[in-house]
């Protein structure tokens, strides 16, 4: 069964840092991977996919993918309150079935 | 990002009665659809998959016949609870792909809290 593992949190930071989100991913045949993020009573926003090892950056975010490692990260640079959601990592491995985790929920006090 | 409507966002029934929820691709074809439910503090499940023009591949324990849906064209899909239960009541969020999209992208509706009294 293809897992998608994340820490529940929640992740406490001041506004200003950086707010550091981590996934693992069973699947060693994962070719999509994605960040959204999900306020409460809200449904996802994407916010983020990448789908090759490296970096890759947009504004304030910058997704990390680790194949070999197994694991997608995401970092947000000067974290604001407005940050403040639970953030839902997606894998897809060539089914067009997303596996999402179960979320990290990031608090960015004042 | 490409815009999914979903409607209603908030509906209210009696026991017993079905609820029809609809999700739409307003600028895109969507031809795979996702339906999820999620209770409060818990993760998104996915109940099932459509395909335009096909019938509907459900996830283990879910339903087929209480959960009734159609993906009839490629910008609408409906999702029907039948014989709605207050166990039913939870949030439940459509999302779609398109093959314009790269890598299988998939966008959520707003989402409809269903409450059953």
């Known amino acids: 069964q293809k897992e998608v593992e994340q820490n529940s949190g929640p992740l406490s930071v001041p506004e200003g840092a950086i707010a550091s989100l981590n996934c693992t991913y069973s699947d060693r045949g994962s070719q999509s991977f994605f960040w959204y993020r999900q306020y409460s009573g809200k449904s996802p926003e994407l916010i983020m996919s990448?789908?090759?090892?490296g970096d890759k950056e947009d504004g304030r975010f910058t997704a990390q993918l680790n194949k070999a490692s197994q694991y997608v990260s995401l970092l947000i640079r000067d974290s604001q309150p407005s940050d403040s959601a639970t953030y839902l990592c997606?894998?897809?491995?060539?089914?067009?079935?997303?596996?999402f985790g179960r979320g990290t929920s990031l608090i960015v006090h004042p | 990002g490409a815009v999914v409507s979903q409607h209603p966002s908030r509906v209210i029934c009696k026991s017993g009665t079905s609820v029809k929820i609809e999700c739409r691709s307003l600028d895109f074809q969507a031809t795979t659809m996702f339906w999820y439910r999620q209770f409060p503090k818990q993760s998104l499940m996915l109940m099932a998959t459509?395909?335009?023009?096909?019938?509907?591949?459900?996830e283990q324990g879910v339903e087929k016949d209480k959960f009734l849906i159609n993906h009839a064209s490629l910008t609408l899909s409906t999702l029907t609870v039948t014989s709605a239960h207050p166990e039913d009541s939870s949030f439940y969020i459509c999302s779609a792909t398109g093959d314009s999209f790269p890598n299988t992208e998939a966008f959520f509706g707003q989402g409809t809290r269903l409450t059953v009294v």
């Open positions: 459509s395909n335009e023009g096909s019938k509907a591949t459900y």
């Open positions: 997606a894998v897809e491995g060539g089914s067009y079935i997303p596996t």
């Open positions: 990448i789908y090759s090892n």
